[in-house]
């Protein structure tokens, strides 16, 4: 009798996660499926896909032109552009330096939006039941409005100051996007915190700073680690941020992925870039989450 009902739980279970599965299968699983296999193809005149197998497109987004023979020549000339840039090479570092624009702009962003969001979500985490309740509706307004509005209205703002247009017009409007989603996680991580453990800190001598740097920080790291999650994956692949802001002359992985595909009509080499974004996304998350760790039990010493 109980080994069936375990089997009806079970079958219950397959049931229920059958939709979600179907979910993931038709709209992530297919599309990344199609994304690689277009990124291996060419594309002929007409902007159509001509499905084979070829790395054109990744030995393009290296850097590497025709006049690189072997390989050696393609090394040689992404040294020499480093050391010399102003010197001819078979390297051209136009997406080179796309792929590091766009993963320093992402590092940036995350821990700008880490430094300006741990002391808020820590006030609001501090804060009085009725006042925590306001502060976080503030902080959730904003996801309200549309996000292209809310960039649009950084135009005005960043034109007073002669920002507009720039390198730090960009920065600012990702910050400002994403700052939310940084804020939210590491506020549960210190909600959840239990206030003996304060008390015990000062009981045993220990200063602010000190009940800060062994209490408060290490069990706040989950949020943060899962803020950061939520705030770089974004930034890496987004467009419309640097497409206002930056007035169309600050491009990021975003952007080259949004014209190949709708202005040069060159999916094969637009998918070549989408895959190449996903795997330097993955790649670092893979480290930050081994090296702070993602949903692991902190102890307090």
């Known amino acids: 009798m109980l080994q069936r009902l375990r089997e009806s ?21 297919v599309p990344l499926i199609l994304i690689v296999i277009t990124s291996f193809g060419r594309r002929d005149p007409d902007g159509n896909v001509i499905y084979t197998f070829t790395l054109d497109n ?23 552009a480093v050391v010399n840039p102003a010197a001819p090479t078979c390297f051209n570092s136009l997406y080179a330096d796309i792929l590091l624009r766009s993963l320093w702009l992402a590092l940036m962003t995350t821990i700008a939006t880490i430094v ?8 609001v985490a501090r804060a009085p039941a009725k006042r925590r309740n306001l502060l976080l509706f ?10 292209v509005i809310r960039v649009y209205a950084w135009m005005r703002i960043l034109r007073t100051f002669d920002l507009l247009y720039t390198p730090e017009a960009v920065l600012i409007g990702m910050i400002y996007e994403f700052i939310p989603f940084m804020i939210l996680p590491m506020y549960t991580s210190l909600e959840k915190i239990d206030p003996a453990l304060y008390e ?14 062994r209490v408060t920080l290490p069990l706040s790291l989950p949020g943060v680690v899962a803020g950061t999650l939520l705030v770089f994956v974004p930034v890496m692949g987004t467009f419309v941020v640097s497409d206002i802001l930056g007035g169309r002359q600050y491009v990021l992985v975003g952007n080259l992925i949004q014209r190949q595909f709708l202005d040069a009509r060159d999916p094969t080499f637009g ?4 895959i190449i974004l996903m795997g330097m996304t993955l790649i670092v998350m893979i480290i930050y989450t081994r090296k702070f760790g993602l949903g692991e039990e902190v102890v307090v010493t």
């Open 200 to 213: 015990a800190a000062a009981d045993l001598g220990a200063n602010s700073l000190r009940t800060f740097l």
């Open 138 to 147: 503030m902080i959730l307004i904003p996801l309200w409005t549309n996000f």
């Open 271 to 274: 998918s070549a870039a989408s």
């Open 58 to 80: 990744y030995v393009r987004l290296a850097g590497a032109t025709e006049e690189c023979q072997t390989l050696g020549d393609f090394l040689s000339g992404a040294v020499q």
């Open 9 to 29: 739980k079970s079958l219950q279970g397959t049931l229920l996660a059958t939709p979600a599965m179907l979910w993931m299968i038709v709209l992530l699983i």
């Open 116 to 123: 300006l969001g741990y002391p808020l979500a820590y006030y």
